[in-house]
């Protein structure tokens, strides 16, 4: 992953999930630099979105490279949603159309970071 660019892995898997090299170890040993935010399967806390937006914007701004992943893309897609709607300006249609191309397929996720854009865009 280093060879091809990558500096950053984000695993939003969580601590129980098998894991196919030594975490973060392995990941460490190799030059990269290892990020966990555990997402369960089941809707999450505001804290939990909060914690990965800030991580995604924090990657973007200082121009990271980043590997963000889960075991299936499901968790993946649906915590990317508040990032896409409350920082890169997206419409919630096209945010979710993005989040299934990364491979949510959740409908409890989903509604999780739909409800939490509409917390936080209320709050302001």
Aim: proline content about 4%; aromatic content about 6%; some cysteine.
């Amino acid at each position: 992953m280093k060879r091809a660019g990558c500096e950053v892995l984000l695993d939003i898997r969580e601590k129980m999930e098998p894991r196919p090299v030594g975490v973060p170890d392995d990941i460490e040993a190799a030059g990269l630099e290892y990020i966990n935010i555990p997402v369960g399967h089941a809707r999450g806390s505001d804290a939990t979105l909060a914690r990965i937006r800030e991580t995604v914007k924090q990657l973007v701004d200082k121009k990271r490279k980043a590997f963000f992943y889960c075991s299936s893309g499901n968790r993946v897609g649906a915590s990317l949603i508040p990032y896409l709607m409350l920082d890169q300006g997206f419409e919630q249609e096209d945010a979710v159309n993005t989040a299934m191309r990364c491979g949510m397929r959740s409908a409890e996720l989903m509604e999780w970071a739909l409800d939490y854009v509409k917390r936080q865009t209320a709050s302001t």
